[in-house]
């Protein structure tokens, strides 16, 4: 299980965690293991095999740039995101790709990356395997991996006994009645609680950490709403935030509305650096990066009073909503559709919100089931298999949503009749009995109804 704030909020690029941060990682982690093994010198060949949804959907998800990228030795949080391109096409103009950027081989995208439309790996609808040869073609390496959601991926021996945490956390929790227990018992906020668990993994500086990611979040908005033209893909979206912003700049100041077209502005601003493959923070995920991020800056903007101590609570407070779900449910659209990604997001922000607005651990947790009960069956299904359509938009639907569940669970006292460990496993129960067609592999719902160009 994942355990700290950072395990859930990664730096990374777009579109997609599962299906290009992912893939990213898988493929560092494999020419990381033939460098550990003293194998790379004898490299010659190395062929990468996608399943499932990674196949499905994976140009339209960038899963071959993100692949190649990995073998060359690249990583998701340090990667010149503006040199993307110019290493892509070295590859494709040579056909020469540097193993961990320094051993060249032969590598023909066509012969040696793989596009398996029809298979499913049996572990995990995100499935990939990456194989080593030699100058024989006898094989000297391979490795399977699944990449789970949320930028994590696991090999086949992870998958089926996750590795234990190696040190005794303060106050441990598997689900949100622990939690909750904790914050009662020991008179603790989540925040409180999740910052002493972190001090205890060995975490150092951890409020320069976090703050590290909301300036990651905030130079995206900035970005997003700066920039202007066509999305990358077949859709030839057109970029809205900046247009968004400008009539914001002057709209009408008595319009009571306007502080949610900010939040509005702020989500779209996101998404679409996201869908160019600009920097973002999963949050838990690529394809909702920008619930949270436009949640807090609307936090910030309108309602805060202590910048510093708020973006500590409300990405904590987050974290911890998170983390139950990566462990009792999944973040993954592939396996339970957008409700684990865009629901999870709006639940994390809807609970957070609650806490940096005053609320007790009984409102947070509140206002984090409210955020999910209203995002069951939601369906994955984009578009071309591009993170754009209804990716983009749905992220300002999951903000908006968050708030109000926020506000909803303000003006309780806590006691509700449904709970969040109730909803997390009805979310994961829903998406196991979802079909496939509506678990991102642009099979069904409006991948099929609208005509794509």
């Known amino acids: ?126 499935g990939m395997k990456i ?34 945490l190696s040190v005794a956390l303060p106050y441990p929790f598997d689900n949100a009645k622990q939690l909750l227990a904790h914050c009662k018992n020991h008179e603790l906020s989540i925040c409180e609680l999740m910052l002493l668990n972190e001090q205890a993994l060995g975490t150092s500086d951890i409020d320069g950490k976090i703050n590290h990611l909301w300036q990651v979040m905030s130079a995206c ?14 859709l030839k979206l057109k970029r809205r935030a900046n247009q968004m912003h400008l009539r914001l700049l002057d709209g009408d100041p008595s319009d009571q509305f306007d502080t949610l077209d900010w939040v509005n502005l702020y989500a779209m601003a996101v998404n679409e650096e996201n869908a160019a493959g600009g920097r973002v923070v999963t949050a838990p995920t690529n394809g909702a990066a920008g619930v949270i991020p436009a949640v807090l800056a609307w936090y910030l903007k309108f309602k805060c009073k202590d910048q510093a101590k708020g973006i500590t609570e409300f990405i904590a407070t987050a974290a911890a909503i998170g983390l139950l779900y990566k462990k009792n449910a999944s973040i993954s659209a592939a396996e339970v559709g957008c409700q684990g990604e865009i629901g999870v997001a709006c639940s994390m922000a809807a609970g957070a919100l609650a806490a940096v607005m005053g609320g007790t651990p009984e409102q947070v947790e509140n206002a984090a089931e409210i955020g999910m009960e209203h995002n069951l069956g939601l369906t994955c299904d984009p578009i071309n298999g591009l993170v754009q359509v209804p990716c983009i938009e749905r992220n300002t639907m999951g903000a908006i949503k968050a708030i109000n569940a926020s506000r909803l669970a303000l003006q309780s006292d806590g006691v509700h009749h449904v709970h969040l460990d109730e909803v997390i496993a009805t979310m994961y129960q829903t998406g196991l009995d979802m079909m496939s067609k509506y678990k991102e592999t642009s099979q069904g719902g409006l991948a099929i109804n609208v005509i794509a160009c």
């Not at 298979?119 to 995990?124: G, I, V």
């Open 1 to 126: 299980m994942a355990h700290s704030i950072f395990d859930l909020f990664k730096v990374g690029v777009g579109p997609s965690s599962s299906h290009t941060v992912g893939p990213m990682i898988a493929g560092n982690r494999f020419v990381n293991q033939l460098q550990q093994q003293q194998l790379i010198s004898q490299t010659t060949k190395v062929t990468v095999n996608l399943y499932g949804s990674l196949a499905l959907t994976g140009k339209g998800h960038a899963t071959d740039n993100a692949s190649i990228l990995g073998l060359m030795g690249e990583v998701p949080d340090t990667i010149d995101a503006d040199n993307i391109d110019t290493m892509l096409n070295m590859v494709r103009n040579s056909n020469e790709l540097p193993l961990a950027g320094k051993h060249w081989i032969h590598f023909t995208e066509s012969e040696h990356l793989l596009f398996n439309f029809t298979e499913f790996l049996p572990q995990h609808p995100n």
């Open 131 to 164: 194989s080593a040869y030699d100058s024989n073609d006898q094989l000297i390496l391979e490795q399977t991996y699944f990449s789970v959601g949320g930028g994590f991926v696991v090999d086949a021996t992870e998958l089926d006994n996750p590795p234990q």
């Open 221 to 234: 908005i900035e970005r997003g709403i700066a920039t202007t033209g066509i999305l990358p893909g077949g």
